[in-house]
């Protein structure tokens, strides 16, 4: 009886190890879950521009890209090398906003991500180049915001502070934080 027993066990703790052996052998599973949840774009382009009108016909904004793909299914759209162009109601460009990357959703927000370098466009402004390496922009509102650090800088000034909120059709900026201000009266 023991024997028989004995063997039992044998057979029982050899079949537990088989079992435990390979279903928890996960070595090459960590692969494929990467690549199932890789997604392909719908669609791409090279040298993407678009162009955003208003009621009226005027066109208000322009979107320019090197490279673009789009995802249907969650609905953004991945640019590399974005510039963001608005327009006045007098047909000229006021401000030009570019980065290395970029990411415009379906409900027109644009996220743009590293060297991103804003350009007052204008010739009397105070306030010529705004950096920062994150800023999301509200299309349809036409209003900027970042959270990260920032640098503005004119003819005569440069300002250092965090965070930035902007009115585009205003032509407002307020900074968040002020870190520092240096004035170079001519």
Not at 33 to 45: C, Y
Not at 125 to 152: G, Q, W
């Amino acid at each position: 009886m023991s024997r028989r027993v004995a063997l039992l066990l044998l057979i029982l703790f050899g079949a537990v190890i088989l079992l435990l052996w390979r279903p928890f052998d996960r070595s090459d599973a960590g692969d494929t879950n990467v690549q199932s949840r890789k997604m392909t774009p719908d669609f791409t382009a090279s040298g993407l521009k678009t162009r955003l009108y208003e009621s009226g016909g005027r066109l208000a904004h322009q979107v320019t890209a090197e490279h673009m793909s789009h995802y249907i299914q969650i609905g953004l759209t991945e640019l590399t090398n974005p510039v963001y162009s608005v327009y006045t109601d007098e047909r000229e460009a006021t401000w030009q906003v570019s980065a290395e990357q970029g990411t415009l959703y379906d409900d027109q927000t644009l996220i743009l991500e590293r060297n991103v370098e804003i350009l007052a466009l204008q010739p009397d402004t105070s306030i010529k180049r705004v950096n920062t390496d994150y800023l999301v922009i509200d299309i349809p509102a036409e209003t900027m915001n970042t959270d990260y650090p920032v640098t503005i800088s004119g003819p005569q000034i440069a300002v250092q502070g965090h965070g930035l909120s902007a009115d585009l059709y205003a032509e407002t900026m307020e900074l968040k934080r002020h870190v520092k201000t240096v004035f170079n009266p001519r």
